[in-house]
């Protein structure tokens, strides 16, 4: 059972738009959500994330934006650049004395110069 | 260390092998986790260890796999009798209790092939 869904494994975006990466989750007791990117041969690193508190948080380029009554999570990149090219995760964990993450299958980003 | 490191990068092994896997989590980091990524997939969660308490080992996809974390520190993950179906990328990651807002910090991890 997938808990934590991304839909689309792959997205190409022109350089200087914008880039959307989306998740849904089906845990109601998630109660935080991270994004995080990973490079090829290295490990995934992380990006921002969200508390189940808050509909929306910026860092920069980077926003994040939740929807819970539809269990929707959004990763939007503004302007996009070459370098953010890599493999974005979604994740969320619900508060408890694992905090283990449970992640998505991924989506390669590709911004094209 | 400054990041979580892994050992070795890469393992070739034959089916039927055990093979051990080793991560240094970062210095002062009581949580260290395992996770796997096959080809295709997701992250799997396999293990975690936070500190003295008895390790979450709700994601072992089977009893050929186990991991023990020595002094609160090193941990390492076993796999016995290795299968096919085994290959895939193991990553380590470890956090501070408090590190809920800045997630885990992961190592580059190990690609295991069982030939």
């Known amino acids: 059972d997938q808990q934590v869904k991304q839909n689309s494994p792959s997205l190409s975006v022109q350089e200087g738009r914008i880039s959307i990466l989306n998740c849904d989750y089906t845990?109601?007791?998630?109660?935080?959500f991270l994004w995080y990117k990973k490079y090829p041969a290295e490990g995934p690193t992380f990006l921002i994330s969200?508390?189940?508190?808050?509909d929306k948080n910026e860092d920069g380029r980077f926003t994040v934006f939740l929807n819970k009554s539809a269990k929707h999570l959004s990763l939007h990149i503004v302007p996009s650049q070459p370098g953010d090219s890599a493999v974005y995760f979604c994740a969320a964990s619900s508060r408890g004395a694992t905090n283990k993450l449970i992640f998505g299958t991924g989506t390669l980003l590709a911004v094209q110069p | 260390g400054a990041g979580v490191s892994q050992s070795p990068s890469n393992k070739v092994t034959e089916k039927g092998k055990d093979v051990e896997l080793r991560c240094d989590p970062i210095?002062?980091?009581?949580?260290l986790y395992w996770y796997r990524q096959s080809l295709g997939q997701g992250l799997e969660f396999l293990i975690y260890?936070?500190?003295?308490?008895?390790?979450?080992k709700s994601g072992l996809p089977s009893d050929r796999f186990s991991a023990e974390r020595t002094g609160g520190s090193v941990s390492t993950l076993t796999i016995q009798r290795t299968q096919q179906e085994d290959s895939a990328v193991y990553l380590c990651a470890s956090s501070t209790p408090r590190d809920r807002d800045y997630g885990y910090t992961f190592g580059s991890g190990t690609r295991l092939t069982v030939v």
């Open positions: 845990n109601s007791m998630f109660d935080y």
């Open positions: 210095s002062g980091h009581t949580a």
């Open positions: 260890f936070q500190g003295n308490s008895a390790p979450d």
């Open positions: 969200i508390s189940s508190i808050k």
